[in-house]
């Protein structure tokens, strides 16, 4: 089955820890995306990637990193400088913005 | 930024009824598209609209367009509850970070 797949659905983390959320696809997409969303609000891009090795902050980057070093693979790092880090995190994949995008079923971060 | 407003916030109605949600956006966009969010899960792609295209169907769904008013209707006809859900636009005003998202309608359909 083709799709993209993020890891773990549920995620506990202690202030002042870094975690990495994960996300997979096997859509062939060159493009993927990062989106938060907060309850009853829509979604801000976090950090998008266009190709492999190549990445572009969104509206909301600061306290995340990401890497992209496979086209399959697009992992977002919350580091301990972001200050409000409980969120529903989503994933993306597209052939380009014009074309719709598919996404994950979403991890939801929570410190504790 | 969010540049969609969706309108009106929630939306409750009964079975077989008819929904209608609106978007309005700010900005010359490329196209636009309707999501739908089951709770807790992630964004189910439903339609995309063009800039150049004034109507679109698919299946129980349409779809209008307006550039000149700015804004965009999702018609959901003959309701089921498993159309309760989320239903987000999104506008594409051209490059990878100009797709944004609305704030979404929450749609109940009582059975």
């Known amino acids: 089955d083709g799709g993209i797949t993020q890891s773990p659905k549920y995620l506990f983390r202690k202030e002042g820890q870094n975690v990495t959320l994960s996300c997979e696809q096997n859509l062939n997409h060159d493009a993927m995306y990062w989106y938060r969303q907060d309850p009853g609000q829509g979604l801000r891009l976090i950090y998008y990637s266009q190709i492999v090795n190549d990445f572009q902050k969104g509206d909301i980057a600061e306290g995340y990193s990401v890497s992209r070093e496979k086209k399959e693979s697009f992992p977002l790092t919350v580091t301990s400088a972001q200050k409000n880090p409980t969120a529903f995190y989503l994933c993306?994949?597209?052939?380009?913005?014009?074309?719709?995008?598919?996404f994950g079923q979403g991890t939801r971060l929570t410190v504790v | 930024s969010q540049q969609g407003e969706e309108d009106p916030q929630a939306l409750s109605i009964q079975e077989g009824e008819n929904a209608t949600m609106n978007c309005s956006y700010k900005t010359s966009i490329n196209n636009l598209q309707w999501y739908r969010q089951n709770s807790g899960r992630g964004l189910v792609h439903l339609i995309l609209i063009r800039s150049n295209e004034r109507e679109k169907h698919s299946g129980r769904l349409r779809v209008t367009l307006d550039t000149s008013k700015k804004s965009s209707s999702l018609l959901i006809t003959a309701s089921r509850a498993a159309d309760t859900a989320s239903y987000f636009c999104a506008t594409d005003a051209g490059g990878y970070q100009k797709v944004t998202f609305g704030t979404g309608t929450k749609l109940q359909v009582i059975p």
């Open positions: 993306a994949s597209s052939i380009g913005t014009a074309s719709p995008a598919f």
